[in-house]
């Protein structure tokens, strides 16, 4: 399984957007996890320690984006879920988490 260490794109990680600075969840989906799919699927694990400073919507729009992008589907989402790690701190694991489950609702019919 290929681990992806955030620590290893930004020590500290940016915005949303791109046009809002560097290292922004916008270019770390595109440029990191994006490619990663591609190449081993969900099949991924993902380390959150070592960075410092997230953001919400760093992670909101590199985790949710992979979903509403259709990068990946509702089951890759849930695959991926299991697979993002933070022992420095677990609650950024759960929050990850929790993106990659609200994006999937947004994709389903008649959610709110």
């Known amino acids: 399984m290929k681990t992806i260490r955030v620590k ?6 940016g915005p949303r957007y791109k046009k809002l600075g560097p290292c922004s969840g916008e270019e770390f989906r595109e440029t990191v996890l994006k490619p990663a799919i591609i190449e ?27 979903v509403r992008l259709h ?4 089951d890759q989402a849930r695959k991926l879920s299991a697979h993002i ?15 990659l ?9 008649n959610s709110p």
């Not at 290893?8 to 990680?13: H, I, N, T």
Request: glycine share 12%; proline share 5%; charged share 30%.
């Open 40 to 66: 081993a699927g969900a099949d991924i694990q993902i380390d959150l320690d070592g960075a410092f400073g997230y953001g919400s919507s760093f992670l909101e729009e590199a985790f949710g984006g992979l």
């Open 101 to 109: 489950v609200d994006a999937v609702k947004g994709l389903e019919p």
């Open 8 to 13: 290893d794109f930004a020590e500290f990680p």
């Open 85 to 99: 790690k933070s022992d420095e701190d677990p609650t950024l694991a759960e929050e990850v988490k929790s993106y």
């Open 71 to 74: 990068i990946i589907n509702a």
